[in-house]
């Protein structure tokens, strides 16, 4: 007897999340993730996996997307999307994905479409609307080391790290509340000079940017450089965060529905 319900699926908004690009073995892969999937699942929305997108096709997508969700990853942005040579070629990067991700960004914040940036996507945000990034922020005079021992377990590396001010009078402030958030810290590159327009919501102990918004643009956008994803169900600023932008992808899809009244009625 099968076990599964029979009832059929609420018709949760589409959330898009753009994959990496890795070799495994001799062959180029897709991936993503499990834990960004999953948190799309917890903001109450249902997670579409893009491989890569040429231009049209970015068109094309976001005709069916409710929201975005830009996820981490081991590799960075490239420093020629920012006017600056490779410093540390040992780095991974992932051309491929910046190709789309980064017209995708600029595109879906034009249209209004709701996004949540995570770590990589942070910097992707950021670099997309004419920001720059530190390529190596531990070498910077007066800021802390931001990465994780690479040979510790995952809940060390991800474990809470240190706190961040919640900047007041910001859209995190109305998520998150007042005050300071304790947040896990697996980042080398930050951000440098914020994207022109942008508003800095979070500063870490060292003054580095934590989160920041695009208060001009019409639709839900907040960029985030810790991993909120991380056991998201545990977590209650991680939860506060994921319904945040779910209930902005539910607006948001509720409003395109609405079908245009006839003005000559």
């Given at each position: 007897m099968n076990s599964r319900s029979t009832t059929p699926p609420a018709n949760r908004p589409i959330v898009l999340v753009p994959a990496d690009?890795?070799?495994?073995?001799?062959?180029?892969?897709?991936?993503?993730?499990?834990?960004?999937?999953?948190?799309?699942?917890?903001?109450?929305?249902?997670?579409?996996?893009?491989?890569?997108?040429a231009a049209d096709e970015v068109d094309e997508l976001l005709l069916h997307a409710d929201g975005i969700l830009l996820t981490g990853s081991a590799s960075n942005v490239h420093?020629?999307?920012?006017?600056?040579?490779?410093?540390?070629?040992?780095?991974?990067?992932?051309?491929?994905?910046?190709?789309?991700?980064l017209p995708l960004t600029r595109e879906a914040l034009a249209r209004g479409v709701p996004l949540l940036a995570i770590c990589r996507g942070f910097q992707e945000t950021n670099v997309a609307l004419g920001g720059t990034l530190h390529q190596a922020v531990q070498d910077l005079p007066g800021k802390a080391d931001h990465r994780a021992p690479s040979d510790a377990p995952a809940d060390v590396q991800y474990g809470l790290a240190h706190d961040v001010h919640v900047l007041p009078g910001g859209l995190l402030e109305g998520i998150v509340g007042a005050g300071s958030v304790r947040v896990n810290s697996v980042h080398g590159q930050g951000a440098n000079q914020l994207a022109p327009g942008a508003r800095a919501e979070a500063l870490a102990p060292d003054g580095l940017v934590e989160a920041f918004t695009l208060p001009a643009a019409s639709g839900f956008n907040l960029c985030l450089?810790?991993?909120?994803?991380?056991?998201?169900?545990?977590?209650?600023?991680?939860m506060k965060l994921l319904r945040a932008f779910g209930t902005a992808c539910q607006r948001f899809r509720d409003q395109r529905r609405v079908p245009e009244r006839d003005p000559d009625r």
């Open positions: 690009n890795r070799m495994l073995g001799q062959h180029p892969y897709h991936v993503v993730g499990k834990k960004y999937v999953d948190a799309v699942r917890l903001a109450g929305c249902l997670p579409l996996v893009v491989p890569w997108a420093p020629s999307h920012f006017g600056e040579e490779v410093r540390n070629p040992e780095l991974p990067l992932d051309p491929e994905r910046d190709e789309w991700t450089q810790w991993h909120p994803e991380w056991r998201a169900a545990e977590n209650p600023v991680s």
